[in-house]
């Protein structure tokens, strides 16, 4: 079955320190992997994806994710953490139907 | 960046009455509509995925009777949260998507807030 799973329900990082929000999958054939991030009372955003090519994958506000196909991981990764970038972040993997299977979600609080 | 908007952002009604959302693309044409529930602390639950003129598609333990779904044109779909019940207070969020494959990334609305007395 496939499956995203989001091993922290809570990130803590302090203000300029480099963060990673941990993200695995569980797909059969070539993964299609979101990340998503949702602020209080706002609409999910979209912040980047991979489809193919470059593992490394750069997306909005500075974020990038790493693609790791050996250990099925797509970590959510972003060299100096900013106060604003305290949210909900989830990732989500395409399946068969075409839609998106999300991950539980982590809550990043970036303390200054 | 493309715009997905959702109306009402909060509604509070009586039990045993039906309440409609109303999801809109704003800047493009969606050829996919998709509609979410959020519990408190929990991720997103696919309700049912529409696509404009077609029957949506329910996800397995969802009662199309009670929430109807419709997406009449490429720009607007509408969820009716029909007899609505306590159980059915929660965050519903609609998304909307241009193009087949599920290559393009979703845009997500702000999400409506249903609170049932």
């Given at each position: 079955a496939q499956s995203v799973a989001q091993p922290e329900d809570q990130v803590n990082v302090a203000e300029g320190n480099p963060l990673t929000v941990k993200c695995t999958y569980s797909v059969s054939g070539n993964p299609y992997l979101f990340w998503y991030v949702q602020y209080p009372n706002r609409g999910l955003q979209f912040l980047l994806k991979y489809i193919t090519g470059d593992n490394l994958v750069k997306g909005s506000y500075g974020f990038e994710a790493e693609f790791n196909k050996s250990q099925t991981s797509f970590h959510l990764k972003k060299p100096s953490a900013l106060v604003s970038d305290s949210a909900l972040y989830f990732c989500a993997v395409r399946d068969n139907r075409y839609q998106l299977i999300w991950g539980a979600g982590t809550k990043l609080i970036i303390k200054p | 960046g493309?715009?997905?908007?959702?109306?009402?952002?909060r509604v509070i009604c009586k039990s045993g009455t039906s309440v409609k959302i109303e999801c809109r693309s704003?800047?493009?044409?969606?050829?996919?509509?998709?509609?979410?529930?959020?519990?408190?602390?929990?991720?997103?639950?696919?309700?049912?995925?529409?696509?404009?003129?077609s029957k949506a598609t329910y996800e397995q333990g969802v009662e199309k009777d009670k929430f109807l779904i419709?997406?009449?044109?490429?720009?607007?779909?509408?969820?009716?949260?029909?007899?609505?019940?306590?159980?059915?207070?929660?965050?519903?969020?609609?998304?909307?998507?241009?193009?087949?494959?599920?290559?393009?990334?979703?845009?997500?609305?702000?999400?409506?807030?249903?609170?049932?007395?």
């Open positions: - | 493309a715009v997905v908007s959702q109306h009402p952002s704003l800047d493009f044409q969606a050829t996919t509509m998709f509609w979410y529930r959020q519990f408190p602390k929990q991720s997103l639950m696919l309700m049912a995925t529409s696509n404009e003129g419709n997406h009449a044109s490429l720009t607007l779909s509408t969820l009716t949260v029909t007899s609505a019940h306590p159980e059915d207070s929660s965050f519903y969020i609609c998304s909307a998507r241009t193009g087949t494959g599920g290559y393009n990334e979703q845009f997500f609305g702000p999400g409506t807030r249903l609170t049932v007395l």
